[in-house]
């Protein structure tokens, strides 16, 4: 008895119960994660579908999933109704401009509040910090207010770019990563005669890339995708982002059909994809990272 329960205790320890027990989570966990991807990508499976549908069968019962008829005429429609490159070029300016002004300010400021000493850094940062806890929304018309009776530029590109330009969240992030840099760096570089400007250029932005590229991707996925200020502060056609262009495409085309309206948000969602798949390996680096760090 005691010989087979040593035999079954050791076999549940063995090497080849550990290798079977781990191909089967990898198995489990490959499943699930396969379901949820499947789950995540329908929705936009089901956009270019009913993009390359006839107005007619954008609203059969039961929809299918597969289009009778392919109809890319609603693709050419989104050109001939909208100036779609123009708005796309506004969107693509506005965004990388936004990006580029939010990785400067919370890159200067994220290591102000990380490395530097002066009166009341704590304080002033808890107030930074505490703004997160504003809707966008109740800012809005502040906002608007000051950028177009104060500033000046209403219906202009520098509306949408300038009030974006620094956030207290891209300060957070970029502040943790700085947070997380050993201090011996920065001590090493004071004793070979480094200033502040060449120790935060050299050691500091460099050590800190992977969290500058996460703040670049979600800045540019928040700011390509933005709606609500365009609505607000844009009133000229040529001058409106890709957003606020395909939901006036929908006015355009009255009561038409869905599957152009479809077609415009398939076009707009191309440049993130590039985006995303030229950025992944940075986004996850800098995931990963994080990670370890915290």
Known sequence: MSKTQDTGGSYFDSHEFRELRNRINKILGFTL??????????????????????????????????????????????????????QLGNSFFITFTVVIGQVITASLAGYAFARLTF?????????????LMIPGQATLIPVFILVTRVLGMGDTLAALIIPSLATAFGTFLLRQYFMQIPGDFEEAAMIDGANQWQIFQRIYLPLASPGMAILAVLTFNAKWNDYLTPLIFMN???RFPITLGIVRLQGYMGTGSISVVLAGIVLSTVPVIIIYILGQRYLLEGLMVGGLKG
């Open 119 to 131: 009166p009341g850094r704590n304080i002033i940062f808890w107030i930074v910090l505490a703004t």
């Open 236 to 238: 000229t056609e040529d």
């Open 33 to 86: 994660l396969t379901v949820i991807a499947f789950f995540m990508i329908m929705p936009y499976i089901w956009v270019v579908s009913t993009s390359l549908r006839t107005p007619a069968e954008s609203f059969t019962v039961p929809p299918k999933w597969i289009p009778v008829d392919f109809d890319v005429s609603n693709y050419e429609m989104v050109f001939e109704e909208i100036p779609f490159w123009q």
